[in-house]
């Protein structure tokens, strides 16, 4: 799966997420989770398990794109997941 | 037609149902229809599974099989990776047996299933299925079929946050808290109900489907805080203002569950056959036993040395172990699992009991367990100590804990590291009883009471009510002469395929990160704390 498939696949299971949450945010490159989107940690693991779901395979290795050097990412764009995934999904195959 | 109507009551006693549905205290009969149910139906008290807690529970009544095969054992599952301990939440992928949705499913049957735990993400299902213990921003995603979501927001008064499971308000489950709050708390949980209620009755009008299952929680929610009302045995000989109004604020939330029932039953018709049942039922814990505080003064459990970092503070302070895991050999890893996990070295150097010693360290400890005494009283405070390959027998055994406690009080154990071990509670809390309730009643049941039933009968049961054959691998039977009709015994329920069900994770897939994040969360489902 190319990058600009990746990030199609992203921005849908996002948009398909918050879709009832009453947001006036737009889903693109920069969106981001926290600061744009409103997510508490639980709709991180439900993200998660969007992903898995979609992709129809668990344990993606989130962990690695929300910690950084031993601390939290405060947000993360929905660029920076299509990339990571794209790279996750790259090494896989 | 819908021919088999189940309504699931989280938690529900005859305890307190056996009151509700007489009038001892000359307050009025509270529940006179389920009243009616029982006495032109049968009714039987229902035994749990072996630790009778809500997910191990509802799953072996949706899979007859007892959680060592199904592999559900509690909210959260660890997994020991030698240097650290992994802590994640259980899902529906993690069933590893074939629930009775599915098998009604590919013999030809619709169900509609509402409100049951581990059932997100949802599994495919002929009919309807809304999973329970969802927050309201995940709703949509995890229900079938597609666009059922907007079939349901069409309902009237339809409010995603007044029914969804809030994660940081289910954290006060088993917190001691001012009878006001109490009040508050019992408040929040009759619109909830009402929304599921407005759902079931929508989508059994709809849908009319074979099996129509609907469960309802906020029994099990309210008792949890609100058991001193509740309990005959707690009633106070002078009853003060605020627990007067406490108490009728409960009455008037069974009373509403009541008319639920009436209404439901009234909705599926007089042909259709009439279950209720509970996962476990209820009754109350005066005590707090510190598990891993014991643990820790025995020198079999070390705590970790905890960090000023807010992650850190949050991360002890969550019911999860925190521990220093390079030198602890048995802890306990929720409260909510009453269970010890007993580490075995991978090799030399390892962490853990050398493999050699498993056995004589596992008795020790059961021993020393079984002795364990209030300091008080002198009373034994744990009752039995069960050994998994008894309890939990199955494929999926080894994600169970070594042992699982049964308190001498039917309480949940605490996993904080606070003196004294063992202490009394300000007021009772409300713990899981291993005894529930059962009710069926239509068309087609012998009337009348029985000795107890387990909660593996229900599924043998419900197929049978659905004309099914019963899966000759389910553990439970249709008991003799609860139905006229004879019972036709069938092939076996599927064992899901491997990859469906959890793959472990790989070690360095587990990091604090991953862990941190979810248990900020699951503090929200960390039982009965003090
Ligand atoms: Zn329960």
């Not at chain 1, 989130?62 to 764009?77: P, T, W």
């Not at chain 2, 009008?205 to 299952?213: I, S, T, V």
């Not at chain 2, 087609?444 to 691998?473: E, K, Q």
Request: net charge negative; glycine share 8%; charged share 25%.
């Amino acid at each position: 799966m190319d990058l600009a498939k990746v990030q199609e696949l992203v921005f849908e299971v996002v948009a398909g997420l918050v879709a009832d949450w009453d947001l006036d945010a737009e889903i693109g490159p920069t969106t981001r989770l926290v600061a744009d989107l409103e997510f508490e940690s639980i709709d991180i693991i439900q993200m998660v398990v969007a992903f898995e779901e979609r992709l129809r395979k668990r344990n993606l290795g989130f962990e690695k794109l929300l910690m950084i050097d031993g601390r939290y990412v405060d947000d993360l764009s929905l660029g920076q997941i299509a990339a990571f995934l794209h790279q996750r999904l790259t090494v896989a195959a | 037609m819908t021919r088999t109507l189940f309504i699931g009551l989280d938690g529900a006693t005859f305890t307190i149902l056996d009151e509700l549905t007489s009038d001892p205290y000359g307050e009025g009969v509270t529940m006179p229809f389920l009243a009616g149910l029982i006495a032109g139906g049968h009714k039987a008290p229902l035994r749990s599974t072996n630790h009778p807690l809500t997910p191990p529970a509802w799953v072996s009544l949706m899979t007859g099989r007892n959680p060592g095969s199904h592999g559900v054992f509690d909210f959260v599952r660890f997994k020991d990776m030698g240097h650290d301990v992994y802590f994640t939440l259980y899902d529906a992928r993690d069933i590893q047996d074939e629930t009775i949705w599915s098998l009604a499913g590919r013999q030809g049957r619709r169900i509609v299933s509402l409100n049951f735990p581990m059932m997100a993400p949802p599994p495919e299902v002929e009919g309807c299925l809304v999973p329970g213990f969802t927050s309201w921003k995940h709703l949509r995603r995890n229900m079938r079929p597609e666009g059922l979501y907007d079939r349901i927001k069409a309902i009237e008064g339809f409010d995603p946050k007044e029914l969804a499971w809030d994660f940081e308000r289910e954290a006060k489950i088993g917190e001691d808290m001012p009878e006001d709050e109490v009040e508050g708390w019992v408040r929040h949980h009759l619109p909830r109900e009402a929304q599921w209620f407005r759902i079931a009755d929508t989508l059994l009008e709809q849908e009319n489907p074979d099996l129509f299952a609907v469960m309802f929680d906020g029994t099990d929610k309210i008792q949890h805080q609100a058991w001193h009302a509740l309990d005959p045995a707690l009633r106070p000989a002078a009853p003060s203002e605020s627990w007067l109004r406490l108490r009728a604020l409960c009455l008037g939330y069974f009373r509403e569950l009541d008319g639920y029932i009436r209404r439901l039953v009234e909705r599926a018709g007089p042909d259709a056959q009439i279950f209720l049942a509970s996962d476990h039922g209820f009754t109350a814990s005066p005590r707090v036993v510190r598990i891993n505080r014991w643990l820790g003064e025995k020198g079999w459990l070390t705590w970790r040395a905890a960090g000023d970092s807010e992650a850190e503070k949050r991360r002890e302070s969550a019911n999860f172990a925190y521990l220093d895991w390079t030198k602890t050999l048995a802890y306990c890893p929720t409260p909510s699992s009453n269970g010890i996990a007993i580490r075995v070295a991978r090799g030399p150097g390892e962490p853990g009991v050398p493999e050699a010693d498993y056995e004589s360290f596992r008795d020790t400890l059961v021993a020393e367990l079984k002795e364990m005494r209030d300091p008080l009283t002198g009373e034994k405070v744990i009752r039995d100590v069960l050994l998994r390959e008894r309890a939990f027998p199955g494929a999926a055994m080894g994600d169970c804990p070594d042992l699982t406690l049964v308190l001498a009080d039917y309480g949940f154990v605490s996993v904080r590291n606070v003196a004294p071990v063992v202490s009394m509670r300000a007021t009772p809390t409300g713990t899981h009883h291993p005894d529930g309730i059962f009710i069926a009643a239509g068309p087609g049941i012998a009337p009348g009471a029985s000795g107890r039933f387990s909660i593996l009968d229900v599924p043998s049961i419900l197929m049978h009510s659905l004309d099914l054959p019963v899966p000759r691998n389910f553990e439970g039977r249709v008991p003799d002469g609860l139905f006229a009709r004879e019972v036709t015994i069938g092939p076996p329920s599927r064992r899901m395929a491997a990859g469906t069900a959890a793959e472990p994770q790989v070690a360095d897939e587990a990091s604090e990160a991953e862990k941190l994040r979810i248990l900020e969360q699951l503090k929200a489902l960390g039982y009965l704390e003090d």
